[in-house]
């Protein structure tokens, strides 16, 4: 049976590998294949983003009620994560490989924190209160593109 | 259902936290290496001599010590999905207490000071049982599926332990009765204290980061389920087993092969990372795997070979390799994840949705430093190793090396900590100045 954990957290490891390939034509200068592997990358991203906070966030909102608790935090980093994945389309645009892996570093690790709190608590806890409807939910994120 | 607790800002610890635990450790590496110079070659003639018995505890305590403490206070919080109560008061009481104790046990022991070990035993033991103590009960609160919380508990319990062995054997020092089986409990107290405390902590952290800056595979799931508590378990069997040598080579075989399983499937995955370019942090771990390696193997060739065992450059040998090649070089490669990121986070998060640019975190520590400091650091590994073969000539090539190190290592913590302050007040400024500042400041 298809649940939020198992339709969400491997698409953590799609943009997982999609920030390895830029970053890695970034550190070797190569910024053709970094600009379109970012671009990949960044698309991946909020297209997640989207799937959550556009479908799953407010149907678990709803069900718990809790509006300031896991989700608001997830949210809030949700920003951070868009405002560097900005600031590295900028250094991409300048190709300027200090500030682009810099940020990249930085964005690696709020991502990987974030992505765990998210595979072992959030998805977990929604996968539970949202039994009823997890077949309805995930087919309008399937449907999001 | 309890309220998940977040990363966010107001669950993190202040950053004075950890950096003043991070600002102070190199300190105390640096007062060993001028130990060494002082004493020269003659510092390894016996594993009683005083001074090396202080310049031993300048890097388990001062620096290994006090850099995992507050690397233990900043993660503390994550782990266990919940804040925990007055950080800042934990820190300063742990960090004042925990210095000082260093500071008083090391002089103590060097110059054979029994007045400054009375001072020593009750600040030194005060400041690391309340910190095991409280690394405990915040952890209780952790997700029980958190194999990263359950071996920083088993590792907290070790120091614990350690400590109090630590304060037994040093009662001998401070009040002069004779200790009966001093060798046992001191064997003991060395074990406990790199395998259980330092060697248990690595383990348990390494679940975490590893897969997280490499992009690597995860850890197999029967090694993070069990190999923590194994080794945990089998290091308790050992005080038991002191006077059965055939029981304490039995166990002793089987913390050797735990050891090497987690090295080896570190540097598996290491290689089987995803992000490929190079990267200071990987290979000071690479390094510490590597020295982690060869003291499993020395020791096991010990137990084949009796001659080994006897040599005078055995015990030297195996403490070098697990103190300034295994853990020295884990934890050194950690800071400059963990010291970086901190200033970044802490200054994004201050900085309101107009304040000043916050430099990123390679502008914060700009990677050619950290990669001479590493260079640096093998090569003083390289020469303390050296040295145990040609003391007359290498000692004090290795001692500067090692000093030389662990000063560019506090410069480097330094520099990140001004570029803290130096933005912090550009921020304060900037949103004391009204609306407009912030404009001018980008
Ligand atoms: C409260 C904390 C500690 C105290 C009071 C303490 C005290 C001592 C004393 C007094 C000795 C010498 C034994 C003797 O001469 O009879 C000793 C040996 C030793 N300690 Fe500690 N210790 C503490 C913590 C640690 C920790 C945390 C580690 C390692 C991570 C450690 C590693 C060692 C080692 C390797 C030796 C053996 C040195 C040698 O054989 O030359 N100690 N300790």
Known sequence: MTTISNFLAPDHQRCDNLFAVAEAAAARGDWDNAATGFVHFQNAMLHHFAMEEEVMFPAFETRTGMTQGPTAMMRSEHRQMTDLLNQMAEAAARKDSDAFLGDAETLLIIMQQHNMKEEQMLYQMADQVLAGELEELIGRMRAMD | ?442
């Open chain 2, 1 to 442: 259902m309890s309220k998940p607790a977040s990363l966010s800002l107001d669950q993190a610890p202040p950053i004075t936290v950890p950096l003043r635990f991070f600002l102070t450790a190199p300190l105390f590496a640096i007062t060993a290496a001028l130990l060494l110079l002082w004493q020269g070659p003659d510092l390894f003639s016996s594993r009683w001599n005083p001074a090396l018995l202080g310049a031993t505890h300048l890097l388990t305590l001062g620096h290994m010590g006090l850099t995992m403490l507050g690397a233990i206070m900043q993660m503390l919080p994550v782990v266990a999905s919940a804040p925990m109560r007055r950080p800042a008061l934990a820190a300063a009481l742990v960090h004042t207490l925990g210095t000082g104790g260093i500071v008083l046990l090391c002089t103590g022991l060097a110059f054979t000071l029994p007045l400054a070990l009375k001072f020593a035993l009750p600040i030194l033991g005060s400041a690391l049982l309340l910190f095991a103590a409280l690394v405990v009960i915040t952890l209780r609160r952790a997700m029980p599926h958190n194999m990263t919380a359950r071996a920083m508990r088993l590792a907290a319990l070790m120091l614990g332990a350690t400590a109090l062995l630590g304060l037994t054997l040093l009662s001998n020092h401070a009040f002069g009765w004779w200790l009966q089986s001093r060798e046992a409990l001191t064997n003991l107290h060395l074990t406990w204290g790199l395998l259980g405390w330092v060697g248990i902590l690595v383990i348990g952290v390494s679940y975490q980061v590893v897969p997280m800056f490499l992009l690597t595979p995860p850890y197999p799931a029967k090694i993070t389920r069990w190999l923590a508590a194994l080794l945990f378990i089998l290091l308790l069997a050992l005080a038991p087993a002191s006077h059965s040598p055939a029981l304490r080579i039995l166990l002793g075989s089987l913390l050797a092969a735990g050891f090497a399983v987690f090295a080896l499937t570190t540097l598996r995955l290491q290689s089987q990372r995803r992000r490929k370019q190079p990267d200071v942090t990987l290979n000071f771990w690479r390094g510490g795997m590597i020295s982690l390696l060869l003291a499993v193997a020395l020791w096991l060739a010990a137990r084949v070979i009796p001659a080994l065992d006897m040599a005078q450059s055995y015990n030297p040998l195996l403490g070098v390799l697990m103190i300034v090649g295994f853990a020295m070089s884990v934890i050194n490669g950690m800071l400059y994840k963990i010291v970086p990121f901190l200033v970044w986070f802490h200054l994004q998060s201050r900085r309101g949705p107009s304040g000043p640019k916050v430099p990123n975190v390679r502008e914060i520590l700009p990677e050619s430093r950290a990669r001479g400091q590493m260079w640096l650091h093998f090569a003083a590994l390289g020469s303390l190793l050296a040295a145990i073969f040609l003391p007359a000539s290498l000692t004090y090539p290795a001692a500067l090396l090692f000093g030389a190190s662990n000063l560019w290592l506090w410069l480097n913590v330094i520099l990140a900590s001004r570029t803290y302050r130096r933005i912090n007040g550009l921020i304060i400024e900037a949103s004391g100045h009204g609306a407009a500042a912030p404009q001018i400041m980008k």
